[in-house]
């Protein structure tokens, strides 16, 4: 019997990536356990899957056999407060490190969310104007490379310069060149107060507040299309400049955040969208004309998009305001029939060596083949 | 004709002959970066005048099949930007432009020679700064930054090069020029500029570095401690981060990097401490002033016997005179040392610089220790007279068993100084085979015919393009490789 035996159970219902069933799904338990069934899988096209909650996201799959869950590879390993880090297995729901005593993982994400996804899918939310994102907060790495080759990358220290930086390779990649089967992450204390400025404010008045002396966390804006936009503004510590910024905004301050916070915008079709600071005005302006609502970080440059309808034209305007802003448009998400007919990763610098890349890493490219930039 | 005779004589040609050194009395003014004990005199240099003439120079080396090692400033601490002896060396130092500043948008797009602390300069009337700032900052390039990854004191809040550059044109090892990242965070695609950051020059060239500037603080406020043992000040660290207090920079000296420090550069640092720490703390004013009554407590309250607040920033400036000058004054006290690099979690502190000392005694040697406390990368300066025999390898042996404490305590053998080619060979402890083959699968789709800085980093060159399992091993131009 292979581990592939052992452990893959018939697919149901459910077990579909971006409109393509999956045959098979199994769950293993430990890394050792993930290493012999990747081994022993060698000849069929997988795609990983963690809580679930960005499964959409990306192309889908060009063929799937089995899908690799994660839900049995749980727990937190080691939380050594002392050294602000934390050991977590990629299957642990985010729940559990917004649960660690006095100390935060500063990343925004579901609860149900896992910590091997949001580091795989590269997800951020309001806070990574302070903490920044997964590529800044993971310290260290274990991969289960598709030949079945258990593989670490970094370790246990924030300031580490031995050998390649591979943790950051990883993030944002999909799943294309591994699974994730451990992640070490930088923690940060908990800040004793945290306030909420929240005010009806154009997008941007958030350059008032970067060239302040705010030391804003977050720095969000929010606009739906036929309404005044919101600015919201995320203060940690002394509690002096949330009155600051609410006389600066004419806003209010509360210990919550506005209901929007970090929430994805509504829609079937999610883009995000980057760009320098200065041209998130024009980049929200053109969204919200496009008939979208935009939430994201003002002070980080990255932007979320979302709308209903026909996503072709809309897509094309939103990615050339992008590009005008020194960024990039990817579609995150769309419905299933659109999105063979839909460029959802746009231009991407390097392509020729991000083939190659992933040519060493899975020469088979049987790892969530085509669901990465490029055709990947 | 020599096939180096040859490439010479290509690159005079297509890049100017005023920028092709290859007489052997220029040649040796680049045999060695900061690390001065390895030395190799390059077969040719070429001092790039443009992007255009690093990737020319690259492509050339390729064609040829000739190995070749980029330069910045050249003050590496780990033999990072040695020469190879049958290759050129690319020198990028003149490439000092600061191409575009933006601070509404929180960007400057740099060449790669232009020195860390210009970018600052350029960056602090219109209210900004570069953040990492290593102790070489007044004259290391930004281009060896991103090669080397580097640190500084003010990591702990800040973080290292990595995360403060967000764009690169670079020169791949076939010559072509490739952007990674840019002014915008979060390009889609593989994060080749996160790989790129930090891999020693063995991945290409860096020809334009597009980096954050970060908003100067409202405030910046400097504390000197001085304890009687290290153990107290160590203390004193973990009690500070334990309440939450984020410092830009805890910096600790122990006695011997005192009195080195003292005699270079008279810092009149407190008489008969064991041990200083230097607190920094920036931020809004109040948020700062809260903090550094908690600090300073903390310190009292772990044995601070003398307490120091700079009154301004010339006294601030003397605080930290001594210690960026510790290195440098460690040659007052001892003719030859090795500085060591290695990382440890914070919380070990106690029990490492304890065993280091019981290493050192064991041999028979002195380590002076000034750090970076607060993320917990050591600086081992190993003391040793090399007149004296024997006492050099006495010395090295100490400076490796100090990188296995660093590894047996779950740490890194390098924190800011990079692998080079000094710890190379180190690897292996801290990698198994399949972490460093994962490695050097990156090292082949940049770098197929390993070409770029080769001998660095990877303790044993190997072969591109086969598979795991179908390893042979096998001579090839001199080199095992397998």
Same mark, same amino acid.
């Given at each position: 019997m292979s581990a592939?035996?052992?452990?893959?159970?018939?697919?149901?219902?459910?077990?579909?990536?971006?409109?393509?069933?999956?045959?098979?799904?199994?769950?293993?338990?430990?890394?050792?356990?993930?290493?012999?069934?990747?081994?022993?899988?060698?000849?069929?096209?997988?795609?990983?899957r963690g809580g679930g909650t960005k499964i959409e996201w990306g192309t889908p799959p060009r063929d799937l056999d089995l899908i690799i869950d994660t839900r049995r590879l749980t727990g937190v390993v080691e939380h050594a407060a002392g050294d602000l880090i934390t050991v977590v297995r990629a299957g642990t729901p985010m729940a559990e490190l917004h649960a660690l005593p006095g100390q935060q993982l500063a990343l925004d994400a579901p609860a149900t969310a896992t910590a091997?996804?949001?580091?795989?899918?590269?997800?951020?939310?309001?806070?990574?104007?302070?903490?920044?994102?997964?590529?800044?907060?993971?310290?260290?790495?274990?991969?289960?490379?598709?030949?079945?080759?258990?593989?670490?990358?970094?370790?246990?220290?924030?300031?580490?310069?031995?050998?390649?930086?591979?943790?950051?390779?990883?993030?944002?990649?999909?799943?294309?060149?591994?699974?994730?089967?451990?992640?070490?992450?930088?923690?940060?204390?908990?800040?004793?107060?945290?306030?909420?400025?929240?005010?009806?404010?154009?997008?941007?008045?958030?350059?008032?507040?970067?060239?302040?002396?705010?030391?804003?966390?977050?720095?969000?804006?929010?606009?739906?299309?036929?309404?005044?936009?919101?600015?919201?503004?995320?203060?940690?510590?002394?509690?002096?400049?949330?009155?600051?910024?609410?006389?600066?905004?004419?806003?209010?301050?509360?210990?919550?955040?506005?209901?929007?916070?970090?929430?994805?915008?509504?829609?079937?079709?999610?883009?995000?969208?980057t760009g320098v600071l200065s041209q998130v005005p024009a980049l929200v302006a053109t969204a919200v004309g496009a008939g979208a609502t935009v939430t994201g970080s003002a002070g980080a440059g990255v932007l979320y998009a979302g709308f209903t309808g026909d996503p072709h034209g809309r897509v094309e305007l939103l990615r050339a305001a992008a590009v005008r802003a020194g960024g990039h448009a990817v579609v995150l998400t769309a419905p299933d029939d659109v999105r063979d007919t839909l460029d959802m990763w746009g231009p991407v610098p390097g392509l020729a060596l991000m083939r190659r890349v992933k040519d060493q890493f899975d020469p088979a490219h049987r790892f969530a083949p085509g669901r990465f930039a490029g055709g990947i | 004709?020599? &096939?180096?005779? +040859? @490439? %010479?004589?290509?690159?005079?040609?297509?890049?100017? =002959?005023? /920028?092709?050194?290859?007489?052997?009395?220029?040649?040796?003014?680049?045999?060695?970066?900061?690390?001065?004990?390895?030395?190799?005199?390059? &077969?040719?240099? +070429? @001092? %790039?005048?443009?992007?255009?003439?690093?990737?020319? =120079?690259? /492509?050339?080396?390729?064609?040829?099949?000739?190995?070749?090692?980029?330069?910045?400033?050249?003050?590496?601490?780990?033999?990072?930007a040695l020469p190879h002896a049958d290759g050129v060396l690319i020198v990028t130092s003149q490439l000092r432009e600061i191409i575009d500043l933006r601070p509404e948008d929180e960007r400057a797009v740099v060449q790669p020679g232009v020195i860390n602390l210009q970018v600052t300069k350029a960056a602090t009337p219109h209210g900004y700064y570069y953040a990492p700032d290593p102790?070489?900052?007044?004259?290391?390039s930004i281009g060896g930054n991103v090669a080397e990854n580097s640190g500084g004191a003010h990591c702990l809040k800040y973080g290292f090069t990595t995360n403060h550059v967000t764009g690169l044109r670079v020169v791949a090892p076939d010559g072509e020029v490739v952007r990674l990242g840019g002014m915008a965070p979060d390009t889609p695609g593989y994060d080749l500029l996160g790989a790129f950051v930090g891999s020693e020059g063995t991945l290409g060239i860096a020809t334009e570095v597009t980096v954050k500037l970060t908003r100067l603080p409202e405030t910046v406020r400097t504390l000197l401690a001085a304890f009687d043992s290290t153990d107290h000040a160590g203390a004193a660290t973990s009690a500070i981060i334990a309440a939450g207090v984020v410092p830009a920079a805890i910096e600790m000296m122990d006695a011997l990097s005192i009195e080195a420090a003292e005699s270079a550069v008279h810092c009149n640092y407190p008489a008969g401490a064991g041990a200083v720490l230097i607190v920094e703390l920036d931020g809004?004013?109040?948020?700062?002033e809260a903090q550094f009554g908690a600090v300073t407590r903390l310190c009292e309250e772990a044995g601070a016997f003398e307490l120091r607040v700079a009154a301004d920033d010339q006294e601030r400036q003397l605080i930290w005179r001594g210690r960026k000058s510790a290195f440098a004054a460690v040659g007052r006290i001892s003719p030859d040392y090795i500085v060591q690099d290695g990382v440890i979690p914070r919380t070990a502190l106690p029990v490492v610089l304890r065993r280091i000392n019981e290493v050192a005694g064991e041999h028979g040697v002195r380590v002076a220790n000034v750090f970076h406390a607060g993320d917990g990368n050591l600086h081992p300066l190993v003391l040793f007279d090399d007149a004296v025999p024997g006492e050099a390898e006495r010395a090295e042996a100490v400076s490796g068993a100090i990188l296995d404490l660093c590894i047996e305590h779950g740490g890194s053998i390098t924190g800011e100084h990079g692998v080079g080619v000094d710890k190379a060979r180190y690897m292996p402890r801290m990698f198994s085979d399949a972490d460093l083959e994962t490695m050097h699968l990156v090292r082949c789709a940049f770098d197929p015919d390993n070409l770029a800085n080769p001998g660095k980093v990877f303790p044993t060159p190997r072969l591109c393009g086969e598979r795991p399992g179908s390893r042979k091993h096998a001579a090839f131009d001199g080199v095992e490789v397998f």
């Open positions: 592939l035996d052992d452990l893959a159970v018939k697919a149901g219902d459910d077990d579909v990536v971006g409109g393509v069933p999956a045959r098979l799904v199994a769950a293993p338990a430990s890394t050792e356990e993930a290493a012999a069934l990747i081994a022993a899988s060698a000849d069929l096209n997988v795609v990983i091997g996804g949001t580091v795989a899918a590269n997800a951020s939310g309001p806070r990574r104007l302070r903490y920044g994102t997964a590529r800044d907060l993971l310290i260290g790495i274990t991969v289960v490379r598709p030949d079945g080759t258990i593989t670490k990358a970094g370790g246990k220290v924030v300031k580490n310069v031995a050998g390649y930086d591979l943790g950051k390779l990883y993030t944002g990649s999909f799943g294309t060149l591994g699974l994730i089967t451990e992640c070490v992450f930088r923690l940060h204390p908990v800040p004793a107060t945290a306030f909420f400025v929240r005010a009806a404010a154009p997008p941007g008045s958030a350059a008032r507040i970067l060239a302040g002396q705010f030391a804003a966390s977050a720095l969000e804006v929010h606009a739906v299309p036929g309404a005044d936009p919101e600015i919201a503004v995320l203060l940690e510590g002394a509690a002096d400049r949330s009155a600051e910024v609410a006389h600066l905004l004419d806003g209010e301050v509360s210990d919550e955040p506005p209901p929007w916070w970090g929430v994805t915008p509504p829609g079937t079709v999610l883009v995000k969208l | 004709m020599m &096939a180096i005779d +040859v @490439l %010479a004589a290509r690159l005079r040609a297509r890049i100017g =002959a005023e /920028r092709v050194l290859t007489d052997r009395q220029q040649l040796r003014t680049y045999e060695c970066d900061g690390l001065a004990h390895y030395k190799v005199i390059p &077969a040719l240099v +070429v @001092l %790039a005048g443009s992007e255009e003439d690093v990737a020319t =120079a690259v /492509r050339e080396c390729a064609a040829a099949k000739v190995p070749f090692v980029a330069r910045g400033s050249g003050t590496g601490l780990s033999g990072g102790s070489s900052q007044q004259i290391c809004p004013v109040t948020e700062v």
